[in-house]
């Protein structure tokens, strides 16, 4: 249904994959005017998106590779990431550490997270203590840098990169 919407529109879309559960797709547009591309989604799906080229997603993950994780916490798990901002660049302000995440600045658009996660009995995820999850991380970034931000999980972030490598999908600009 959704690429059928997107497809009889100016810029056309398709989503070509996905993964994870909380709408991570990875698109292909002829468009490389990711503000127009970025708006279709909007419009069709009624809530904000963030849209970015393939290769300033694959330069991120690049940007954690060697990433030390924070010391030890008893009952902390870190989970590495990212957060991307919905428009291009920020043009000023610095990023700290909250209580619920690392933060660091890798570009204008773009933030790595070691996230905190609280283990519950045999050290697994309390879900009754998330802190906000990924959503509460972005919301810490906006509330700092202003804009609109979305936080997810390496895993998810490189799932999406793998899915386009498996698609063979190339291209100078387009958007996951």
């Known amino acids: 249904m959704l690429n059928r919407h997107l497809s009889e529109g100016n810029p056309s879309v398709q989503i070509i994959g ?8 990875l698109a292909h547009a002829p468009s490389t005017d990711l503000g127009k591309v970025t708006t279709r989604f909007g419009r069709l799906l009624d809530t904000d998106w963030v849209v970015l080229p393939i290769d300033d997603v694959q330069a991120a993950l690049t940007a954690l590779a060697d990433v030390p994780e924070p010391a030890a916490e008893d009952g902390i798990r870190w989970t590495l990431g990212l957060a991307f901002r919905r428009r291009a660049g920020v043009e000023c302000g610095n990023v700290v550490t909250t209580p619920r995440a690392f933060l660091w600045r890798i570009s204008p658009c773009t933030i790595g997270v070691w996230k905190r996660d609280n283990l ?5 995820l309390d879900r009754g203590r998330r802190g906000g999850g990924w959503g509460g991380v972005s919301g810490d970034i906006e509330t700092q840098l202003g804009g609109r931000w979305t936080a997810r999980s390496r895993r998810t972030v490189d799932g999406l990169v793998r899915r386009a490598a498996q698609a063979r999908w190339h291209g100078a600009r387009n958007p996951v």
């Open 18 to 25: 996905s993964f994870g559960h909380t709408g991570n797709f």
């Open 120 to 124: 519950g009995a045999g050290q697994t």
